[in-house]
């Protein structure tokens, strides 16, 4: 009888647990637990043998802990002594998981203590790299004042910076906004500068989009001329002028690009240089130069982009090699030759619709000149990213939200009706096997060097090229039937 009446308030009731029995108030210094922000969810959780009472299983929570946004959450997790700056954290019914800007989650076991770091507005802050700042209003400049009066913005920035934190150069933003259209209206370019400051990994995807959209004179002298990326090239163990031997291509993503054996109706239709013999002892040969400090700052290890495409084919639609800094790498190329003899074209000249890329004709150049038309149907301009007619103007930064549009509805060019791209008839590809060592160590010399003395070898790299073999696997349409296989009968 005992046992029923015991049983009968676990049915009704459950066991449950809060948040806080999960953790504990952080006591150091400016931090004030009583800011921290907790949601939370119950989940049963089924932990009882068959040998246990029946009843309803415990409640066991789902909490998320933040701060205010004027405040910084921190952990410290004295099994380890250690202390951590977080955007937020989450208790999965088992153990902590603690969030930051652009990195995976992070456990943090069940024994933690968490607090707020800061006065709601203007207490001392520490950014995600551990560096503490008067206030907010503070990591850009000293003369900034920051505000406790809620009806007040926070922050009351000196002259020539800007934004909600001060953080913002008035000049850089002005510059900005000249090179990718006033946007400031609603706040986009203000965002991505934001996500930046906070998330610099978020700039792998953003700056590409943001360098596309910049005047095409803007992108040409941000890029690298010639001589301050080539040292010098051999070709079958001779050392060619390399300012003759490379041509300079622009891409409206890239920037400048230099081609090796650039072919094209001024310059020779196969290049000018043929190879003549296969073997590593008959190869080209370059020595590039890597400036690190013109190297983009989340870029781990300096590298430079290399293409290898057939002479006449945009270089983007080649095999891409990343050459690292103080590499030697040699590549031993294969080729295979397509040949088709139906539902395919020989030349640019028998498209029946727009082309806008260089070089000989490909199915790719084709379909993104069908993408170029209905953007510009739609925006009234064509998409930086691509080439685009002489005569259309490129589109700014603000026309981007028509762009991505224009892909949510259409979606791939490849299956719209009116988009006819026929395959090419000729088409070389080139696989490669690479092989990856270090240069040779380099005694730098630094009588006039002023940055340093940084091994010298850190700031070039080898590249070897050559044919595997003079072979090339060739696969050709053939037809399955001729028109004299059918001959007259006489009777």
């Keep these: 009888m005992w046992g029923e009446l015991l049983i009968l308030p676990l049915l009704i009731t459950g066991i449950h647990a809060a948040c806080s029995d999960y953790y504990t108030n952080l006591v150091c210094a400016q931090s004030n637990p009583s800011l921290l922000q907790t949601t939370e969810q119950g989940t049963y959780s089924c932990a009882y043998d068959s040998m246990s009472s029946a009843g309803s299983p415990p409640i066991v929570p789902i909490c998320d802990i933040a701060c205010p946004s004027t405040s910084q959450l921190i952990a410290f997790i004295p099994d380890f002594g250690s202390q951590l700056y977080l955007t937020s954290a989450k208790f999965d019914s088992v153990t902590w998981k603690g969030q930051q800007p652009a990195s995976p989650d992070m456990d943090l076991g069940s024994n933690v203590q968490f607090g707020c770091l800061g006065t709601p507005r203007c207490g001392p802050y520490i950014d995600d790299k551990g560096v503490q700042w008067p206030t907010r209003c503070n990591m850009a400049t000293p003369t900034a004042t920051c505000s406790e009066d809620l009806a007040m913005p926070l922050c009351t920035c000196p002259a020539g910076y800007t934004g909600p934190t001060c953080t913002l150069l008035v000049s850089f933003l002005d510059k900005l906004r000249a090179w990718l259209g006033d946007d400031v209206a609603n706040n986009k370019l203000l965002e991505i500068i934001k996500t930046a400051q906070t998330s610099p990994a978020a700039l792998v995807d953003i700056l590409p989009l943001l360098f596309a959209f910049l005047p095409e004179n803007v992108k040409r002298s941000m890029s690298w001329n010639l001589d301050e990326l080539v040292d010098s090239i051999d070709y079958e163990l001779k050392e060619v002028d390399y300012t003759f031997a490379f041509t300079q291509v622009y891409d409206d993503q890239l920037g400048n690009c230099y081609t090796f054996n650039y072919a094209n109706k001024t310059n020779s239709f196969d290049g000018l240089y043929n190879t003549r013999f296969a073997g590593q002892s008959r190869d080209f040969s370059i020595m590039v130069k890597l400036d690190p400090g013109e190297q983009v700052s989340w870029i781990e290890s300096e590298a430079i982009s290399a293409y290898i495409h057939a002479p006449g ?22 080729k295979s030759i397509t040949h088709l003899i139906s539902d395919c ?19 790719d150049g084709c379909y993104s000149a069908c993408l170029q038309d209905k953007v510009f149907e739609k925006c009234g301009c064509m998409n930086a990213r691509y080439k685009k007619a002489t005569t259309a103007s490129q589109c700014l930064f603000k026309d981007n939200d028509c762009i991505n549009n224009v892909s949510a509805t259409y979606g791939e060019p490849s299956n719209w009706k009116d988009c006819k791209c026929p395959q090419e008839c000729y088409r070389e590809v080139y ?26 070898s850190q700031r070039i790299a080898r590249l070897t090229i050559y044919m595997d073999t003079l072979e090339s696997q060739v696969y050709v349409e053939m037809e399955k039937m001729t028109v004299n296989m059918y001959k007259p009968i006489i009777m």
């Excluded at 084919?313 to 294969?334: H, K």
């Excluded at 640019?348 to 070089?359: A, I, M, P, T």
């Design 313 to 334: 084919v945009p270089a983007v639609q080649g095999a891409l090699y990343s050459l690292g800094a103080a590499a030697s790498d040699v590549i031993a190329l294969q």
């Design 345 to 363: 074209i020989t030349s640019r000249s028998q498209l029946k619709q727009n082309y806008y890329e260089d070089g000989d004709y490909t199915r």
């Design 431 to 456: 696989t490669l096997a690479a092989t990856r060592a270090s240069l040779p160590y380099k005694i730098p010399n630094c009588a006039n060097d002023t940055d340093g003395c940084p091994d010298l």
